[in-house]
């Protein structure tokens, strides 16, 4: 299946974002993946926090599943405390979500928010420095 999915990540601070798009198959889940770990690699010395949105995120092939779960398990091992999926109330994204993230393969905190601000709040209350996001794809959130 052709994906015409697409993603942004960037850091701020110790918090690596994301912006994800799209229906994704696995060429764009390994292109994810590979940005991802480039990213989080300059920030996983020490604990950090992930927050990902997903509002524009239509689905992805069964294909994706093990490379996002393989992504997890690399999560796990460099440092990654909190992670914050933040998107509006879907059965099938959660359902998915839930595949490639089983809680007993993840060792680092999860949370689904449906709305940015709760997101951010609860990174900070954790002691991360999270802002709002200002990158072109979050700012649909606005």
Sequence with gaps: MKGTGD????TTGNI???????????????RYQTAFVKHASAISSSPWAHIVYLDS????TPEIEPIIHEL????????LK????????NMLKEYQLNRML????????????????????WLQHEGFNAQYPKQVIAKRFA
Excluded: Q
């Excluded at 993603?7 to 960037?10: D, G, L």
């Excluded at 995120?57 to 992805?60: I, K, M, N, Q, S």
């Excluded at 089983?102 to 709040?121: C, E, K, Q, Y």
């Design 7 to 10: 993603f942004e990540i960037w």
């Design 16 to 30: 690596l974002n994301a912006s994800v798009s799209g229906v994704w198959n696995e060429a764009i889940a390994k």
């Design 57 to 60: 995120w239509v689905l992805g």
């Design 72 to 79: 997890a398990l690399w999560c796990n091992l460099n440092n």
């Design 82 to 89: 909190l992670a914050a999926h933040v998107y509006s109330p």
């Design 102 to 121: 089983a809680p007993g393969s993840i060792r680092f905190m999860l949370h689904h928010f449906n709305d940015v601000d709760t997101a951010i709040v």
